[in-house]
Structures are given as C-alpha cells and as structure tokens.
C-alpha cells in the first residue's frame, strides 16, 4: 500500500474517534490525507476529559481501533493523540537572550534560545505539568517590535513573548498508558482545539481573528486566533451533558428521553417548547458567558472579525449560533466539515481526529499551513517559526 498511513485518535469523554489517512507524497504537499478508515466507540472511563478508569478507557479505543483497522485494512502501531481535559491550560512568558553571532545577526539558535529562556522563567512555577505546545506571539530586536521573522536581523538582545499550552502530567501519562496497553505508540500529543483548527479554520478566518469553541459533552474547549497564530487556549468545565441534565430535571423526565429531545431525534412529545428552548438557552447562556469572560481577561472580546466558529457534540442544539452572535456581540456560525472524503467523516465532531491525521502527515518543509515541527521526546510538541507570517 502506497503512501504514508498516519493514525489520529481522539478520546472524547462522549465518543473515542478514530481516523486513519493515507498521505500520497507523490500528488504534492498540498495533497490532503485521504482517509481510509474510520471507527468510534462510547467513551467510559472519563470525566471532564481526564482517565478515570484504565480499562475502561482501554476497552473503548480498542473497540473504535478495531473498527477503523478493519475499513482501512492496515493495522495501526503508532498514533497521534488529542487531549482536550480540564487540565488544559495556558502561560505566558518573556524570554530575551544576547545575539551569539559577531556580526549580530540574528539566527535560528538565538531563536531556540530566547524561547528556552521564556520557558526557563515559569517552570518552576508549573509543577505537575508538562509544556504540550510553545508558541512564539511576538518578538522585539533591541525592544523594537519584529513584524515577522526576526531572522537574518541585526541587533544585541531579542526578546520574545510566548504562550505555552500546559496539561498535567499525570494526565498526559495515563492517555500515553492506556495506548501503550494495547499495542499503539503515541507518536505526539496535541490540545484538541488545536488539532480540530486544523481543519475547521480557514487562513483567513484565523488571519482575521476568530474563536473556535468545541462544546463537548462534559467540557467546551476554546481556541483564538489572530494573525494566524493560536493566542489562547482554555478549557471549562460545562458541555452538553448539562443541557441534557437540565432538561431532565425541568421537564420532569428521564435522561434518555432528555437526551433525545436535545439532539432533536424525539418528535411526538407533548412537553412546552416555549419552556424547552427556555431551559437550554439558559445552559447555553452560561456557557458563551464563560467564553465572553475569557475573551474579556485577553482584551479581545467583540473584537473578533471572523467571530466564533462552533463545533463538537452540541453544536447542532437549536438556536445556538443566535444565542452565540448576541452573547458575545461576534459573528457566528456552525462550523461544517469538508463533505468530501468518501462519506467517511460524517459530521463535525470527527473534527479532532482528521486534524490529527493532518499534523501527523505534514512535515517541517511544507507550507500549506500544517507544517509543524515534530519535535524531540522531552518536549511533545513545539510551535514555533513555521506559526509566524
């Protein structure tokens, strides 16, 4: 079998999803990976996006593995991994370094070593986490600010300004476990609202400025964007589990049936709709409340041009891209997946697992916009020159 099969794997607390693509190197880098194969499982044995239960966990990537392994044909050794728990998290940093050559030019080490340095500064302040990604914001040569590349200038000090995307270790450890059990190496690991820009982002929508909120079903993952670059990155501890509980407990009914009604799939019921849609847009008030406050703390809200861009589970509630536009004063709409691909990736929440597939099948001398550098063990991953304009 021809070209390069890369595995994406994403352990939802609702579903686990796999993607398996094949990447044909001989069709050019802006070629995209065509999947092959594909398989979900009910998700058991986490919460809020964090393991819980080993075998659980273990019992559901097999079953969604297997399934994937049998439509694409090939047996997956090795994988990349989205992680989306509560225990995402971000720092900021400043780091500057003396220019090392003598002609002060600036080069690629100087680089590596002012964003080793910001990373210096706060890692004594993060204990129990491990750095997932580095992403330089800004850099200045001589406290004058760079507009690009700070290669190939001159000057004595560059400075930068850094974002570090965070998890716990124990986290990180225990996906990296429960993978090892049966039989699959994790290649890399990257923060799902990431992973899902990928391929729910355009260039223009993240050159812009936008917010891509992922409503999971017992979190809602953020990522904004601005000139291109990842700015922030969070986590809440909300999803559309909660809508499903507060149905329950306003309506008076079982869970099953609230869930049902949620997604739209119980037609013939006798119950308020005025009352129904009141319930969940107050759930989903609380939520884009949560996003506003975030957006508040980094100076950015209603400030986005490209708006926010919904994904994941509970996006397809009702009303939601209304409830979105007035509560954060942004343009909304619901994020679509490219409906090519054979069929394979039925709707949006696959986002996470095809965008692993993309980073894992790019490499550091594309351009297409998912050239990333995979980096070394110690550190699972790092964004740094291949992000900047």
């Known amino acids: 079998m021809s070209g390069k099969i890369v595995a994406g794997i994403d352990i939802g607390t609702y579903q686990v999803k796999v993607v398996i693509v094949r990447h044909e190197r001989e069709k050019g880098d802006k070629a995209l990976p065509q999947i092959i194969g594909t398989g979900y499982a009910e998700s058991r044995g986490l919460r809020n996006g964090y393991i819980i239960n080993d075998s659980d966990v273990i ?4 079953s969604a593995v297997l399934q994937a392994e049998k439509a694409a044909g090939v047996e997956v050794k090795r994988a990349y991994v989205s992680i989306g728990s509560v225990g995402l998290d971000e720092v900021f940093s400043h780091g500057e370094v003396i ?6 030019e600036i080069t690629q080490f100087d680089v590596d070593k002012a964003v080793q340095d910001s990373e210096d500064r706060i890692v004594d302040s993060i204990p129990n986490r491990k750095i997932l990604h580095a992403i330089p914001l800004s850099f200045a040569v001589d406290n004058e600010p760079v507009l690009g590349r700070p290669h190939g200038l001159k000057g004595t000090k560059l400075t930068v300004e850094t974002l570090f995307i965070t998890s716990y270790e124990q986290h990180i450890n225990d996906l990296v476990h429960a993978l090892e059990n049966i039989g699959i190496v994790v290649e890399d690991i990257m923060a799902a609202p990431l992973a899902a820009s990928f391929v729910m982002l355009t260039k223009a929508q ?3 400025g936008c917010v891509l909120a992922n409503i999971g079903a ?4 953020i990522a904004v964007f601005e000139n291109n670059i990842p700015i922030s990155v969070k986590v809440f501890p909300i999803g559309s589990n909660d809508i499903t509980n507060d149905i329950a407990l306003g309506l008076k009914i079982p869970l099953e049936e609230a869930e049902k009604i949620k997604r739209g799939t119980l037609m013939n019921h006798n119950y308020s709709k005025r009352k129904l849609d009141e319930i969940i847009a107050a759930r989903l008030s609380d939520i884009f409340e949560l996003i506003d406050a975030h957006l508040k703390r980094i100076k950015r809200d209603g400030l986005l041009p490209a708006g926010i861009i919904i994904t994941g589970g509970g996006s397809g509630v009702a009303s939601i891209q209304d409830l979105a536009r007035a509560a954060l004063r942004l343009p909304s709409r619901i994020a679509t997946l490219d409906p090519g691909q054979n069929g394979k990736v ?5 986002a996470v697992a095809y965008g692993l597939c993309m980073w894992g099948a790019s ?3 594309e351009t297409s916009g998912i050239g990333v550098a995979h980096t070394a063990k110690n550190k699972i991953f790092g964004w740094l020159s291949q992000f900047l304009p």
């Not at 220019?99 to 002060?104: E, K």
Request: proline share 0%; charged share 45%; aromatic share 4%.
């Open 59 to 62: 019992r559901s990537v097999r």
């Open 99 to 104: 220019t090392t050559r003598a002609d002060s």
């Open 206 to 208: 993240k050159r812009a």
């Open 218 to 221: 017992e979190t809602v993952s």
């Open 346 to 350: 039925r709707d949006a929440s696959w």
């Open 363 to 365: 490499d550091e001398s």
